[in-house]
């Protein structure tokens, strides 16, 4: 049972037909919760040498009024993911997973609340990309995954 | 975690878990049901649940319901199970019978009539298909609903996207670009 607002709105998020959907077609997975933080799945294309999945950590505070922010993370040590073993691409692919933005804290997606600070210019360029206060995990997870299917996804980013 | 939904996942759950898309639903709905109902009682489940414009739909008569990118209709006289609805089947429940969908793309305009349980993905691999996209830069490429700045999840039903008796949607096909912007 949550606790807090936040945390009781990302929980019925998780039990409702958008995010159970992308489960149920094998798109990504809750992984865990420890509020404000929430670590999920991703599954990516097939690539060689790359795995079939990549974990984000989501920190939530004040879900779903204030966006997400997220960081690859390393289910084994849990910890961030090392940034060789981030995603590698040359274009759209290469800019979301940029670990020399922000040190590796975020991705640089409009979606993320660190990474749209000074890049209002976004909300035109990307509208499809913005976080509004009817939105939910989805959002995010649908461009990550989108990502992680593209033309532009090669493998590791150190690879 | 949700007990029924631990049961369904091993299979021997009385209730069902249904992922249901439709007219005038603002997303996909997952109804819980008992495996005997009708398919009649699953239509006015989701009314009384979601209200709104499904519910307006269902007080006008006409909903029919098939299987995702299927269309079929399915009796609704029949239980659930009689009519081969099992735990997580995708149905859909609308007034249209077809959708009239156009594309456009580099000033050209593509049109055809589907299903309303089509999904988007697969409106979007007929349109590749059109235009002469190939299979890998169909992944840069996305459907936009004309006029705005949404781009449906390929899982969506047209259906969704339109209402009785429009029963009609406008696309744009457009690239994807990257995010950029100073780092």
């Known amino acids: 049972m949550a606790s807090r607002p936040d945390e009781a709105t990302f929980l019925a998020h998780v039990e409702a037909g958008p995010f159970e959907n992308g489960v149920d077609r094998g798109r990504w997975r809750l992984v865990s919760i420890n509020w404000p933080h929430a670590v999920l799945a991703i599954s990516a294309a097939e690539r060689a040498d790359a795995p079939f999945e990549y974990a984000f950590r989501f920190e939530l505070s004040n879900y779903p009024a204030q966006l997400p922010t997220a960081q690859p993370w390393d289910l084994s040590t849990n910890g961030p993911l090392e940034f060789t073993k981030w995603p590698g691409g040359i274009d759209r692919v290469k800019y979301a997973f940029n670990p020399g933005f922000k040190e590796g804290t975020c991705l640089y997606l409009p979606c993320d609340r660190l990474a749209i600070e000074g890049h209002d210019a976004w909300r035109t360029q990307h509208p499809e990309m913005i976080w509004i206060a009817a939105s939910d995990i989805t959002l995010y997870l649908r461009i990550i995954y989108d990502l992680l299917h593209s033309k532009d996804y090669k493998a590791l980013r150190g690879a | ?183």
């Open chain 2, 1 to 183: 975690m949700n007990t029924n939904k631990q049961e369904n996942e091993k299979g021997d759950a009385r209730e069902l878990r249904l992922f249901v898309q439709g007219e005038g639903l603002a997303e996909i709905h997952i109804a819980q049901i008992d495996r005997n109902a009708t398919v009649v009682e699953l239509i006015k489940a989701v009314a009384t649940k979601v209200g709104g414009e499904f519910a307006a739909a269902e007080a006008a008569g006409g909903l029919v319901v098939t299987f995702e990118d299927e269309e079929k209709e399915i009796f609704q006289k029949d239980t659930l199970e009689k009519a081969g609805i099992r735990d997580r089947s995708r149905v859909h429940i609308h007034r249209c019978r077809k959708v009239k969908v156009t594309v456009n793309f580099n000033g050209e305009t593509a049109a055809d009539s589907f299903p309303p349980s089509t999904m988007v993905g697969k409106v979007k691999k007929w349109a590749d298909k059109k235009f002469d996209i190939d299979k890998i830069d169909a992944t840069e490429h996305a459907l936009q609903l004309c006029g705005t700045s949404t781009r449906p999840d390929e899982d969506t039903h047209i259906g969704m996207l339109t209402k009785h008796p429009s029963c009609s949607i406008c696309f744009d096909l457009v690239p994807k670009r990257r995010v950029e912007g100073g780092v």
